[in-house]
């Protein structure tokens, strides 16, 4: 069974600080590792990775994935309050099946 | 852009009522998918389909039952409602094979609790 956890579960910042979000991953048959950010309603995409040591970014944000430990971080500096969201990261296999973890609450104190 | 809607954002139901939600998405995906997504246990699969008439158990199957008669709707039903079915719903739609993740589309959720 594919099992994804993501670490800390939640985390409380002010304005500007950097944070580092951690998700690690068991997928059998990985295709890729996906960031979702979701506000109050439907998870919007962030970011898909599907190889090793390759940074993705997207102006503060940033995400890059380890095959070989089977983990990925993300990152976001100099954080807003519009950060605040609950991130999730989930595990896509080959028979286009994704699974999430529980996900990072992160708020940002202004 | 492609659309994925719920028709029941907000539901408050009984214990023992029987519970439909409906899910349409508009860009003739084969995939759909119900997950049910509750504080610390991030979104967890209920059914999925790949095809009309077709679904498969996910992780969280029980007390839950699906229907897709159209490619484009994937009901999810609760035949009789418990208090442990108070969750948001969310209904996801992709291509079908060899598409990457970034093709999946949610649904905004529908809010159900059950009293």
């Known amino acids: 069974e594919d099992k994804v956890v993501q670490s800390p579960l939640s985390l409380v910042v002010h304005e500007g600080d950097t944070v580092t979000l951690n998700c690690s991953y068991e997928?059998?048959?990985?295709?890729?590792l996906l960031w979702y950010k979701q506000e109050k309603k439907a998870p919007t995409f962030l970011f898909m990775l599907?190889?090793?040591?390759i940074e993705k970014k997207s102006g503060r944000l940033s995400s890059i994935l380890d095959k070989k430990e089977l983990f990925s971080i993300l990152n976001i500096t100099a954080t807003q309050t519009g950060d605040s969201a609950i991130y999730l990261c989930?595990?896509?296999?080959?028979?286009?099946?994704?699974?999430f973890g529980g996900g990072t609450r992160l708020m940002v104190k202004p | 852009d492609v659309k994925v809607t719920q028709s029941s954002r907000y539901l408050v139901k009984r214990t023992g009522e029987k519970v439909f939600l409906e899910c349409v998405q508009d860009?003739?995906?084969?995939?759909m998918f119900w997950y049910r997504q509750d504080p610390g246990l991030g979104l967890r699969l209920i059914y999925f389909s790949y095809d009309v008439k077709m679904k498969e158990k996910g992780d969280i199957p029980e007390g839950y039952s699906v229907s897709r008669e159209k490619k484009e709707r994937f009901s999810l039903i609760l035949e009789s409602a418990s208090t442990n079915q108070t969750s948001m719903y969310l209904c996801?739609?992709?291509?079908?094979?060899?598409?990457?993740?970034?093709?999946?589309?949610f649904g905004e959720g529908s809010w159900l609790t059950v009293v």
């Open positions: 996801a739609s992709s291509l079908g094979g060899g598409a990457g993740g970034n093709t999946i589309y």
């Open positions: 997928v059998t048959n990985f295709r890729s």
């Open positions: 989930a595990g896509y296999n080959a028979g286009n099946m994704l699974t």
């Open positions: 599907t190889s090793s040591g």
């Open positions: 860009m003739d995906h084969e995939n």
